[in-house]
C-alpha cells in the first residue's frame, strides 16, 4: 500500500492530516529542521501529537534535516532521543554527523535521508542503506524512469514528493538565500529568494526561477506499481485546511485505486496554487511552461469551511472487530482487536435469568457497535448470546468504553528503545602549518603553464573537460584530481564510468566528490576519495563519518564562519574555498534554454536581480545549469585570518575567469602578485549564518 505523508506545522494541521486520511505526518520539534520558521512543537505538544496519531493508526516522522555546528550537536542529540523516547517512528536528516549521533543517542529510531541529502541515483540509496538508513526521500527532479528504476533495485524504501512547492534547486545544494540575505536553507531558515523577480539584459522583468507546483494527480497509481513506498505531501508552512483538502484528494484517490477527478483537481488549484501546476520533471518534459507565480486570489472560504468542518469532528479510521460471550453462571465477556493483532478484554456481571424479555445476539452487537465519537470503526462483532439471559445495555456500553480505553491504552504505548549518550569523540589538535594551495577550474583551458608556475598541489578538473582534454594531466605536471558532478542520474552513470576509467588510464589518481551517489563509482574505480562542498560538512561529527567512509579529505562549508572552521577537530585533511565565485544553485531545469529556446551555454549568460546584480549562468554536466553569485569571494588581503585555522588546504575556485586571469589570481594568493578584483565580498566567513 501507498503510504501517503501529509505535513504538520501545527496541532491543528496535524488533527487536519489525520482527519483527512493520511498515514503518516511529518513534523518538526525543536530548531533543527527545513522549516524552522513553521510552529514547531514543545516536548509535551510533540508527545500529544504522536500519541494522538498513533492511537488512529498514523506514523510519525521528526524531521531533523538541517545541518548542525559542533556546538548544536549536544541539544541535538538531547532531540533525537527524547523524539525516540516519545514514540516517533523515525527521524529525517540531512547532517552525516547528525546520522553519526543518532547511532550513539538513539540506535533503535529508524532513520531516513532526507531530500535535503541530494540522493538521486541508485548508488546514492545504496550508500545510505550501507549507512543504516531505511528509507530514502529522492529529488524532486527526477523522472519516471529513473524513479522505476531505483525502485525496483533499491534495498531499502523509496519516498517521493506527490504535491507542493517546487525549489528551482537540487534540495540541498543551494546557498542563495544563505548568500545573499544570511538566511540558509540548509539550517531550515530558507527566504525564498528564487520567487523573486529577475531577468535577462539588465532587467529584473520576469519570475525565471519561480516554478510552479508539482502535482502527481495523475500518476498516483503508476507510482503504486513502480513500488514507490510513500508519497509525501508538501506544506508545513501551509494552513491546516490546505493540509486537510489536498491529504483527502490524494488519501480517497489511493484508496480508491483512481485519480483525482477534474472537480478534484479544481479544489487543489484553489486550495493554492502557482498558475496551475507542473509535472514537467516527472515526466522529463521541461521548460517555460513549468514556471508560475502566487497570483492574488480569493480565499476558497467554503471549500476550507468544508475542510474545517471535516476534520474538527472524529472520522473513526481504526476498524476493530468486537468479541462477546453471554451464558449462564458465567460473567459476562466482551472482546476487541484491531488490525495489528491487539486485543483487550473484560469482564462484566452475571447475567440473570430473563423474566420477561431475554436479550438477544442482535442487541449486544448494536450496543458493542456504537463506537461514535472514538477513532474506532466497528466492522464486524462475534457474539455468543445464550438463550434465556438478562443483561443490562448499559453494562454492555460500559464493557464497550473499558475495552476500547484498554485497547486505546495499548495504541498508544511507548516503545522500548535503547538510548544512549553522545560522545563528541578524541579532539584532533589544529595544524600549525599553513595551508597547501589547491585550485579547481571549469575548463581544462584555464590550467596553463603560468597557473602551474604557482605550485598547486592539486587542481581539480572536471572529468568531462579532463576526458575531452587529456593533454591537461601533463601540462598540470601530473597533479590533476578529477571532479565528479553533484549531479549525476542513473541514465548517466555508464558514460561517467567511461570518463572516469579514462582519467585512471592516464594517471589520475584522486577524485573530488560533492554527492553520496558518486562516492561508490569513485571508490570501485580506485580513487583516492576528497569530499567536495555538496557533501556539506558542518562538523566533526561529519568528518569522521566521512573518514570512516573512506575518504581522505574534505572541503568544509563556505555557510561556516571561520571561527566556527577553526573550531572543529579535524579527525582528516580540510579544504576551505578562499576565493571565486561561490555556488548559489544547481538546477535540472535550463533557464538559458527556457529564455532562448535553444543550448546557449558557452556564451555568457547573466541573470540580473532587482538590485542591478548580475550572477552568471553556467553549464553543468548533463546538461544542467549552475547560477554563481555575483561578486567573487576575495581573501588575499586576509590570508592571516584563514592561515590558523588548521586547514590542510585552501582552494580557488575558477569559474568565469580567463586563463590569464587564473594565473593573476593565484599569483596574488601566493604573495607576490597585486591583482584584485573590482567587486568582491568576504562571503560568510565573518557574519553570522541563521
Partial sequence: MLELLAPAGSMEAVTAAVQAGADAVYMGYGDFNARRNAKNFSREEFAAAVSYCHLRGVKVYLTLNTLLTDREMPEGARLAAEAGEIGVDAVLVQDLGMLRVLRQASPDLPVHASTQMTVHNLDGVKLCADLGMTRVVLSRELSRDQIAYICQNSPIEIEVFGHGALCMCYSGQCFMSSMIGGRSGNRGLCAQPCRLKYGWNG??????????????????????????????????????????????????????????????????????????????????????NMFGVREETKEPKELFAQARAMYQRENPRVPVTFYAMVRPGEPAQVGVEDSSGRVATVKGPVPEAARTRAITTEQVEEQLSKTGGTPYRCDKVRALVEDGLSLPLSALNAMRREVLEDLSRQRTALPQRRSGEFHPGARYNNRKEAPELTVSVLKAEQVTAALMEQDPTLVYVPVGELYAHPETVELAKGRVAVTLPRVAWDRERDELVKQLEKARELGVTDALVGNLGMLPIAKELGFTLRGDYGLEVYNAQALKELKKMGLVSSTLSFELKLAQVRDISKPMDTELITYGRLPLM?????????????????????????????????????CRNEILNCQKLFLADRQGDYQRIGLWAQRLMFTTETPDECARVAERYRGTGDWTPGEYTRGLYYRDVE
Fill in 203 to 288: 532587467k529584473a522583468d520576469g519570475n525565471p526561477l519561480s516554478l510552479k507546483d508539482m502535482s502527481m494527480a495523475g500518476h498516483i497509481q503508476e507510482l503504486k506499481r513502480m513500488g514507490v513506498a510513500c508519497l509525501k505531501i508538501e506544506g508545513r508552512m501551509k494552513r491546516p485546511e490546505y493540509v486537510a483538502v489536498v491529504i483527502s484528494i490524494y488519501a480517497k484517490a489511493i484508496k480508491e485505486n483512481r485519480e483525482p477527478t477534474a472537480e478534484e483537481i479544481e479544489q487543489l488549484t484553489a486550495a493554492f496554487s502557482r498558475q496551475g501546476f507542473t509535472d514537467g520533471f516527472y515526466l522529463d518534459k521541461q521548460g517555460p
Fill in 586 to 622: 544547481i538546477m535540472e531545469s535550463c533557464v538559458i534554454k527556457n529564455r532562448s529556446g535553444r543550448c546557449n551555454c558557452h556564451n555568457e549568460n547573466l541573470l540580473t536581480d532587482r538590485k542591478g546584480k548580475q550572477f552568471p549562468v553556467v553549464k553543468a554536466p548533463g
